[in-house]
C-alpha cells in the first residue's frame, strides 16, 4: 500500500473516533449474526492503526490485541474485495502467522471495512478451526454484513461528531439529520441480512418484560409483522418440555450472566413445526442484568437434511427396519450405565434363501426377506426391537422377555408366524427360521450377550433348521471345538498339508483292483495324520468345503500323474463331494474346467453324493449337476446308502450308476436276520433298475463269500486294504495279487 494511501487510511480511522471505544450492543450483535449466519464459531471487527490489531467486537473469543505483522486482517484492508482462504494450510503466508500465533486456524474470511472508494480501515472476520467452502452467496452476505458494520462505523464517527458540534446548531442539526439517514440504512441493510439468511433479531426486557422481535423473526413464528407480543407469547411458542428447556437456558443466561446458543423445535402460530437455532447474550448495566439479546435463524432444512441422511444411515432400504449399525447403537444403549439383566437378544436367520435366489431369482429373495421382516415385527411391535443385520441375518431385542421361558416363547411365537405360504411370481414360499437366544446376566456386555445368541442359532442350524436353540454354556465348548477344528483346517489348507489317501475298490469276480476312493487327510506340525471324521465339523463352512473340493480335485489329478508316470494302473478314482459344493454353484462347471486343466479324462472320476444330498431341499439343483456330469462321461455313486432316510423306492429316481451299501448292512447280513433279507434285496432290486452295488467295509471273508453269493460286484473295506498315503500305495498295488471271488467280471465305471 502506497504512502499516500496508508496516510488517507489512518486518517479516516482518526476520523472516525471508533479506535479504543468502548463496547457496543450494535457490533456485538453483527459478530453473533455473523456467527449465526455462516456457521462459524469466531467473528470479529478488527480496526487496524499504524502498528496494531484492535478488535471493536468479537464472538467466540475475547477481544485481544496483535501486531499489524501478525494479524490476518492485515491483507483485508489492501484491497475493497474479500480476502478468503478456504484452507490456511495451502496458503503460506497465512500459515505462517497462525504458527507463529498457536492457532488453531483452517479458514479465514475477511471483509474491508470500506468507509469511501479505496479506503478500508479494517475489517470484519470469520475464522473456523476446520477448512471449508464458501460460496459466492455466502461471500454476497459476507459483504452486506461489512456494510452493516461500515454503516455503525458512520454512525457511531456521526454520533461522536454531534456530541462534539453540540454547542454549534447548525452543525448539530445536521449531524442529527445525517445520523438519522444512516439510522434508516443500516436498518434497511439488516432487513436484508435478515431475510437472506433467514436470521432475525431479538430482545427481552428483564425490566419489563417487553418482547422485541425483528421483521425475520415473525416471519420465522407465521405471525403478522407488528403483532403484539409479551414474555408469554414468546414463550408459547416453545411447546411442551422445550419451553422448560428454553426457559432453563434463559434462567442460567441471567443467572451467570453468560450467552447461550441452542437449538429448539417450535410450533408456530399457523400449527407448523420448525426447528431454530438461538443465539442469545445478556446486557449488564450496573452489575444487574437489564436485557436478552440476540438472533433466532430458521435451521429447519438442515434437519431435514439431518433427518434424510439419518434415516439412510440407521434403515435397512429393503424391509424399512433399523440396520446393522443402529442394532449395535441399541444394543450398546441397553447396557449403558445399566445393570443388564432382563434384555433378551434373539438372532435369527432365513433359511434356504440362497435357494430361493438362485431358483426363482433375486426377486422372489427379497419378497421372502420382506415377508419375514413384516412378520418378525409385527409379533415384536411394543415390546422389543427389530433389525436386520444384512442378507438373511435379523436380530431381537427384548426388554423384560419374561425369563428363559417367555424368551422362548416369543421365538415359538415367531416360527409358528412363519408357517403361511405366500405367493411370488407365480411360486408358492413358505418362510422358514432358525433362531439362537439369550437372556444377559450380571456380568455381560452387548459381545458376550450377542455371542451367546449367535451360538444359539449355530447350533440350531447345525442340529435341524427351522427351531429354535437358547443359549447353554455347553453350547460354547463344543461350538469354540468347532471353531478350532475350522481354523486348523484353513491353516492345513493354505499351507498344504491336506493330501488325499486312497482305499482301493476290488471287483469281487476278478479278485483285481478297478479304482480307489480319495479320502481327505490333514498331516499335523507334529507329524501325526488326523483322517476327514476328526475334522468334519469344518466342512459346514461352505467356504471351507469349497476350498478342500478344490484342493483334493488338485491332490487328485496330481497323484494320477504320479499312478501313470509309475506305470500302476488306476483306472478310477471316487470324489466325494457334499451339499455345500452344490450350494456354492457351478460345481459341474468347475469340476470339467479342472479335468480339463490337468488333461484327466472325465471318465476316470467317480463322483460320490450320498443319499442326504440327493433328498435335501435343492435337490432339483443337485440332480442337473448329476446329470451334467454324466452327459459328460462321469460315473456317479450314491454313498453311505442306508445310512440316511432313503428308501428302496427312491433308487428308480437317482441319477446314479452305482450304489455304495454301507458298512451296517454289510455287519448284519451274516445269517438269517432281517440284515441279511434288507441287503439281498437291495442287491437285486439295484440289478433289476441296472445300477452295480459297492459293498464297503468288508472286513472278514464270510462277508465276502456272501457278497459273492449275492451277485454284488464290487466291494472296499480293511479285508483287503486300508486308506494309505499315495507311497503306501504304489507299493501295495505292485504287490498285490487277485483273489477272484465267485461273482461274474465287472467293470467299475461301465455303464449298465
Excluded at 410450533?267 to 407448523?272: D, E, M, P, R, S
Excluded at 444411515?313 to 440396520?323: F, P, S, V, Y
Excluded at 434285496?681 to 472278514?700: D, K, N, Q
Aim: proline fraction near 4%; aromatic fraction near 6%.
Amino acid at each position: 500500500m502506497s504512502g499516500d494511501r496508508e496516510a488517507e487510511r489512518l486518517a479516516e480511522l482518526r476520523a472516525s473516533r471508533i479506535l479504543d471505544s468502548a463496547a457496543s450492543p450494535e457490533f456485538e450483535a453483527v459478530v453473533a449474526h455473523a456467527c449465526a449466519i455462516f456457521d462459524v464459531p469466531h467473528a470479529y471487527i478488527a480496526l487496524i492503526d499504524e502498528s496494531r490489531v484492535w478488535m471493536k467486537a468479537a464472538c467466540g473469543f475475547p477481544r485481544a490485541e496483535h501486531t499489524r505483522e501478525d494479524a490476518f486482517c492485515s491483507r483485508t484492508i489492501g484491497g475493497d474485495d474479500l480476502v478468503v482462504v478456504e484452507d490456511i494450510a495451502t496458503d503460506p503466508e497465512f500459515a505462517r502467522i497462525s504458527g507463529r500465533l498457536s492457532l488453531d486456524t483452517r479458514f479465514y474470511a475477511g471483509a474491508p471495512l470500506v468507509v469511501r472508494p479505496g479506503v478500508a480501515i479494517g475489517s470484519l472476520c470469520l475464522l473456523d478451526s476446520k477448512p471449508r467452502r464458501f460460496t459466492p452467496a455466502q461471500r454476497t452476505a459476507l459483504k452486506h454484513l461489512a456494510s452493516v458494520v461500515t454503516g455503525l462505523i458512520r454512525g457511531h464517527r456521526l454520533a461522536q461528531e454531534a456530541i462534539e458540534l453540540a454547542q454549534e446548531a447548525d452543525a448539530q442539526r445536521f449531524v442529527l439529520d445525517e445520523h438519522r439517514r444512516e439510522l434508516e440504512l443500516r436498518e434497511r441493510r439488516f432487513r436484508q441480512t435478515e431475510t437472506m439468511a433467514r436470521v432475525g433479531g431479538w430482545e427481552l426486557s428483564l425490566v419489563t418484560g417487553g418482547v422485541t422481535w425483528s421483521d425475520e423473526v415473525y416471519r420465522i413464528y407465521d405471525l403478522e409483522i407488528g403483532t403484539p407480543v409479551d414474555s408469554e407469547a414468546f414463550l408459547a411458542i416453545y411447546p411442551g418440555a422445550e419451553r422448560y428447556r428454553f426457559e432453563e437456558i434463559l434462567e442460567r443466561s441471567v443467572r451467570d450472566g453468560n450467552g447461550f446458543d441452542a437449538e429448539f423445535e417450535v410450533l408456530t402460530a399457523a400449527g407448523n413445526r420448525r426447528w431454530i437455532r438461538c443465539v442469545g447474550d445478556i446486557e449488564i448495566h450496573e452489575g444487574e442484568a437489564h436485557r436478552l439479546f440476540g438472533s433466532i435463524q430458521d435451521v429447519s432444512e438442515r434437519h431435514r437434511v439431518e433427518a434424510r441422511l439419518w434415516q439412510v444411515a440407521n434403515t435397512d432400504a429393503l424391509t424399512g427396519l433399523a440396520n446393522r449399525h443402529r442394532f449395535e447403537s441399541e444394543l450398546a444403549d441397553c447396557f449403558n450405565g445399566l445393570e443388564p439383566t432382563g434384555i433378551g437378544l434373539m438372532m435369527i436367520d432365513v433359511d434356504h434363501l440362497k435357494e430361493v435366489n438362485d431358483t426363482l431369482g433375486h426377486t422372489a429373495g427379497d419378497e421372502l426377506i420382506r415377508t419375514v421382516a413384516d412378520r418378525i415385527q409385527a409379533l415384536v411391535s411394543g415390546i422389543g426391537f427389530v433389525a436386520r443385520l444384512g442378507g438373511d441375518e435379523f436380530a431381537v431385542i427384548v426388554n423384560e422377555p419374561g425369563g428363559q421361558e417367555g424368551l422362548a416363547a416369543l421365538a415359538e411365537s415367531i416360527l409358528a408366524a412363519m408357517q403361511p405360504s405366500f405367493r411370488c411370481l407365480g411360486h408358492t414360499i413358505t418362510p422358514k427360521v432358525s433362531i439362537g437366544g439369550s437372556i444377559a446376566q450380571p456380568g455381560s456386555t452387548p459381545e458376550t450377550l450377542r455371542q451367546e445368541a449367535d451360538l444359539g442359532l449355530y447350533h440350531a442350524k447345525e442340529i435341524r433348521r427351522g427351531i429354535y436353540v437358547a443359549f447353554r454354556e455347553d453350547l460354547r465348548t463344543a461350538i469354540t471345538r468347532r471353531v478350532h477344528t475350522l481354523k486348523s483346517v484353513e491353516a492345513g489348507l493354505s499351507e498344504g498339508r491336506v493330501v488325499a489317501w486312497y482305499q482301493p475298490v476290488i471287483s469281487l469276480s476278478t479278485g483285481r483292483i478297478v479304482g480307489v476312493e480319495s479320502l481327505a487327510r490333514m498331516e499335523m506340525p507334529d507329524g501325526s495324520v488326523k483322517s476327514a471324521a476328526q475334522f468334519a465339523s469344518a466342512f459346514e463352512d461352505a467356504r471351507v468345503a469349497a476350498k478342500l473340493t478344490t484342493r483334493m480335485l488338485q491332490r487328485v489329478f496330481d497323484d494320477l500323474a504320479t499312478f501313470d508316470a509309475s506305470e500302476i494302473d488306476v483306472p478310477h478314482v471316487g470324489i466325494n463331494v457334499g451339499m455345500h459344493d452344490f450350494r456354492a454353484g457351478h460345481l459341474a462347471e468347475r469340476i470339467l474346467a479342472a479335468c480339463d486343466e490337468a488333461a484327466v479324462p472325465v471318465s476316470r472320476l467317480i463322483l460320490e453324493v450320498t443319499e442326504h444330498v440327493f433328498l435335501s431341499r435343492g435337490a432339483d439343483a443337485v440332480s442337473r449337476t448329476v446329470a451334467q456330469l454324466r452327459d459328460r462321461g462321469m460315473t456317479v455313486a450314491l454313498d453311505d446308502f442306508g445310512t440316511g432316510y432313503a428308501s428302496l423306492a427312491h433308487l428308480g429316481t437317482f441319477p446314479v450308476d452305482l450304489i455304495k451299501m454301507d458298512k451296517s448292512f454289510v455287519k448284519r447280513m451274516i445269517g438269517d436276520g432281517p440284515g441279511a433279507v434288507i441287503s439281498a434285496a437291495l442287491v437285486e432290486l439295484a440289478h433289476r433298475l441296472g445300477i452295480r452295488v459297492i459293498a464297503e467295509g468288508i472286513e472278514t471273508a464270510g462277508q465276502l463269500d456272501r457278497l459273492c453269493e449275492l451277485g454284488c460286484e464290487m466291494g472296499q473295506g480293511y479285508f483287503f486294504a486300508r486308506p494309505m498315503a499315495v507311497p503306501d500305495l504304489l507299493r501295495f498295488m505292485e504287490t498285490f495279487r487277485p483273489r477272484p471271488g465267485r461273482a461274474g467280471p465287472v467293470l467299475l465305471a461301465a455303464r449298465a
